[in-house]
């Protein structure tokens, strides 16, 4: 069965520098998705970032990057310019392509950031 | 931009008791999903639904759950007999297709006294 793993429960940054997030996986599949979901106080799930596990490429939003490491089964968030609004827990999830499991994501357990102004 | 609506956004119930939370997702979308937050926990996988049935469901899914599409727009996650550790926020999400990511409802927060 797939995990995920978050090993930082707690990160601060301070406002306009650059933080990042660690996220390792357990897999045996060769092809899945990746994403990275933002959980403010009111507790919606945001989509933040995804990334397709046969992109060699990092995918970017905007002051949104991933890196992306297969082979170390690393998935890292960084978060430039950071900004008062990125406050808030954020979540790592897998999600397998195979089509039999249903598309279930599987979270980990959640990196709560604070940033100081 | 279309949403996933859930309803109600908070709802308080005695245990023993039968509740039922509800969900609207974005209209094209194809698969459903449920899954709940125990207050300073991860987000768990609970149920995927397509075509009318269900796809997967995990452990905690036990005979007390229950889903239905009643109508073809509503997304319904029915507890049946509810219990203390019933007590989450239970976040309904929905996805396109199979290479598209789930969209998520703000989560219905389920009380149970």
């Known amino acids: 069965a797939q995990t995920v793993t978050q090993s930082q429960p707690e990160m601060s940054v301070q406002e306009a520098e650059t933080v990042t997030l660690s996220c390792t996986y357990d897999?045996?599949?060769?092809?899945?998705?990746l994403f990275w979901y933002k959980q403010p106080p009111s507790r919606q799930m945001i989509l933040v970032i995804r990334?397709?596990?046969?992109?060699?490429q990092n995918a970017t939003e905007n002051r949104f990057s991933v890196n992306f490491q297969k082979a170390a089964k690393s998935f890292s968030l960084k978060i430039s310019d950071s900004q008062l609004g990125d406050a808030a827990m954020y979540f790592c999830?897998?999600?397998?392509?195979?089509?039999?499991?249903?598309?279930?994501?599987?979270f980990g357990q959640g990196t709560e950031l604070s940033v100081k102004p | 931009e279309p949403e996933v609506t859930q309803t109600p956004s908070h709802q308080v119930t005695q245990m023993g008791q039968e509740v039922i939370l509800r969900c609207v997702p974005i209209?094209?979308?194809?698969?459903f999903y449920w899954y709940r937050q125990i207050l300073g926990q991860k987000v768990e996988f609970l149920v995927s639904?397509?075509?009318?049935?269900?796809?997967?469901k995990s452990e905690i899914f036990d005979d007390q759950f229950s889903v239905e599409r009643p109508d073809g727009s509503n997304f319904t996650l029915k507890i049946r007999s509810t219990k203390l550790e019933d007590s989450a926020m239970y976040f309904c999400?929905?996805?396109?297709?199979?290479?598209?990511?789930?969209?998520f409802g703000d989560g219905t927060r389920l009380s149970i006294l």
């Open positions: 999830a897998y999600r397998s392509v195979i089509y039999n499991q249903g598309g279930k994501l599987i």
């Open positions: 209209s094209n979308h194809l698969y």
């Open positions: 639904f397509y075509n009318n049935e269900i796809s997967e």
């Open positions: 999400a929905s996805r396109e297709q199979v290479n598209q990511p789930q969209h």
């Open positions: 990334q397709e596990a046969y992109k060699q």
């Open positions: 897999t045996s599949e060769s092809d899945y998705y």
